[in-house]
């Protein structure tokens, strides 16, 4: 068990709709990251967030956006799904803003995304 | 751009046989490189961290080296169990992570 959970576990929806998956990270770990994982890709990384703030942006559609409250959770908004969007969407936590020790990143069990 | 390259795509061992998993990269300035193990339907799941030419680190089975364009892990003796996607990564000094596409390793028993 990393400590970052992740909800929903799985989700399937329709094209064109709007879904939000959550992440909590582990305790005390003050950066959020974002990747998304399909069949036919490598993780690709999507949005950082530290402390409330954006840090770095990936490959993240402008359908799709992120956040970090002040609680420390993170929520990803994906929008106008298509059906190239499904995939497994990992949400990682680390320590600081350049990763726990450096770099070491906590990775979730996933959020399952299918687009129908 | 950083680049992370792993080799081979896959690899089918006996129990017992022995082999290597290379990555290689470039980087604008590697400030760590790191191996994690994933399994189907898991989460990447963190092994070692590597942070200059000549480091090595082991765990049970695994030994993981790196040079300065390169990092192999070694596997000693896999059991089924080992069986799983290994993934490279590096992270440059401006903190950005990037993934190699991973190596997927079957055992055979």
């Known amino acids: 068990d990393s400590g970052v959970t992740q909800t929903p576990k799985h989700l399937i929806t329709a094209t064109g709709q709007r879904v939000t998956l959550r992440c909590s990270p582990r305790?005390?770990?003050?950066?959020v990251y974002w990747y998304q994982q399909s069949l036919d890709q490598g993780l690709q990384f999507l949005i950082q967030?530290?402390?409330?703030?954006?840090?770095a942006k990936g490959n993240i559609l402008e359908r799709f956006s992120a956040q970090q409250f002040p609680d420390l959770h993170s929520e990803l908004n994906l929008s106008s799904l298509e059906l190239g969007d499904s995939a497994l969407y990992f949400c990682a936590s680390s320590f600081s803003l350049l990763g726990g020790g450096p770099g070491e990143l906590f990775f979730g069990e996933g959020s399952r995304l299918t687009v129908l | 751009e950083d680049q992370v390259t792993q080799s081979p795509e896959a690899l089918r061992l006996q129990e017992g046989e022995s082999s290597s998993l290379n990555c290689s990269y470039t980087?604008?300035?590697?400030?760590?490189l790191f191996w994690y193990r994933q399994d189907p339907g898991k989460g990447p799941e963190f092994l070692f961290t590597?942070?200059?030419a000549g480091e090595e680190k082991e765990k049970e089975r695994l030994k993981a080296t790196l040079t300065k364009k390169e990092s192999f892990l070694h596997i000693t003796a896999p059991k089924p169990e080992d069986s799983a996607t290994y993934l490279c990564?590096?992270?440059?000094?401006?903190?950005?992570?990037?993934f190699g596409d991973g190596t997927t390793l079957t055992v055979k028993p």
């Open positions: 967030y530290y402390n409330g703030e954006e840090r």
């Open positions: 980087v604008s300035g590697l400030r760590g």
């Open positions: 305790s005390g770990d003050l950066s």
């Open positions: 990564a590096v992270q440059s000094d401006a903190g950005k992570s990037t």
């Open positions: 590597l942070y200059s």
